[in-house]
């Protein structure tokens, strides 16, 4: 992974409805700054677990607006160059 880049990557277990996604340190201390100014990113933080080398997203069907998609668009107004999307998985 290049350093100081801002990467979410997605992963749908096999048989599950919900996708998840890891966003990496990098970009947890991106979001993290963001939430200040942005509501968008202060309800994406407030969803996220965090964990030593960043952040998971789950998907929920009780918040049918928080997405992987809705996320990575969001991630790539604000980044734009600086972001990018891996997706892993089935």
């Not at 202060?42 to 998609?69: C, K, W």
Request: proline share 3%; net charge neutral.
């Amino acid at each position: 992974m290049m350093n100081g880049k801002l990467r979410m990557s997605t992963r749908r277990s096999f048989g599950a409805t919900s996708r998840r996604a890891r966003l990496n340190r990098e970009l947890i201390d991106a979001v993290s700054a963001s939430a200040t100014s942005c509501d968008t990113c202060r309800d994406i933080h407030a969803d996220l677990d965090m964990n030593p080398e960043g952040g998971d997203f789950v998907e929920a069907a009780s918040f049918p607006g928080a997405t992987v998609d809705r996320l990575d668009a969001h991630f790539r107004a604000h980044w734009k160059d600086r972001y990018e999307l891996a997706s892993a998985g089935p």
